[in-house]
């Protein structure tokens, strides 16, 4: 049959103005969080990564902030160009002790950007 | 340095058939993953290894296998293949198990017809 597709968020912005992209997670025990950029026909692009030991941390024109109370995290992007446009999804890194971890992906958020 | 091959881009199979997907990890990198991504249940964690042991495990039939070898590379299989497991496998290569960078391939298409 027909599959149904997961219904993504789509935020719009002006080129040139900030984009914020907001993402909960699910598992106090996580450790540590990564964003990542999709660009279609792509494997996902690692942009920046937050430890559960921080609450801020920036990159290049992107800023993530963490907030452990409400298990809520967002990613800042400044001055948006159009080659921002892609799909942007958060992972926290769930920890199994002596076991590595496994990444658990959110369902992703379209970014567009208009020119 | 060289990112993460993943080999072949594209594949098409059919049902009842059997699969074998490849992955090179970023040379010094000794931890791959490998991950399912679909329209409807977007990116979903199917096992982990390092040092040529599985370390972790996700919610997958056991027809989902992998292994990896003394160099770090790493193969998936998927047996007696099913219309739903048509989609993009990812594989993301890691310095060590655990809370670190994670960097993913392009992706293995499979089209199961």
């Known amino acids: 049959g027909e599959s149904v597709g997961l219904h993504l968020p789509t935020l719009s912005v002006q080129e040139g103005d900030n984009s914020i992209i907001n993402c909960a997670y699910s598992?106090?025990?996580?450790?540590?969080f990564i964003w990542y950029k999709q660009e279609s026909g792509k494997g996902p692009q690692f942009i920046i990564d937050?430890?559960?030991?921080?609450d801020k941390r920036q990159g290049q024109r992107v800023t993530v902030l963490l907030n452990k109370t409400v298990k809520h995290l967002s990613l800042q992007i400044a001055a948006t160009q159009p080659g921002d446009s892609a799909v942007y999804f958060c992972?926290?890194?769930?920890?199994?002790?002596?076991?590595?971890?496994?990444?658990?992906f959110g369902q992703g958020t379209e970014l567009s950007v208009k020119p | 340095k060289a990112g993460v091959t993943q080999t072949p881009r594209y594949l098409i199979k059919t049902r009842g058939q059997q699969v074998t997907l490849s992955c090179s990890p970023i040379?010094?990198?000794?931890?791959v993953s490998w991950y399912q991504q679909t329209p409807g249940q977007g990116l979903q964690f199917l096992f982990e290894?390092?040092?040529?042991?599985?370390?972790n495990k996700g919610n997958f039939p056991g027809r989902f296998s992998g292994r990896q070898f003394s160099n770090s590379r790493s193969e998936m299989n998927v047996s007696t293949l099913e219309l739903g497991d048509s989609a993009l496998y990812l594989c993301?290569?890691?310095?060590?198990?655990?809370?670190?960078?994670?960097?993913f391939g392009q992706g293995t298409r499979l089209t199961v017809v």
């Open positions: 993301a290569s890691r310095v060590r198990a655990g809370n670190t960078e994670a960097f």
């Open positions: 598992n106090s025990a996580s450790d540590y």
């Open positions: 937050i430890r559960s030991n921080m």
């Open positions: 992972a926290e890194n769930m920890a199994v002790y002596n076991q590595g971890g496994k990444l658990i």
């Open positions: 040379s010094g990198h000794r931890s």
């Open positions: 290894y390092f040092s040529e042991t599985q370390r």
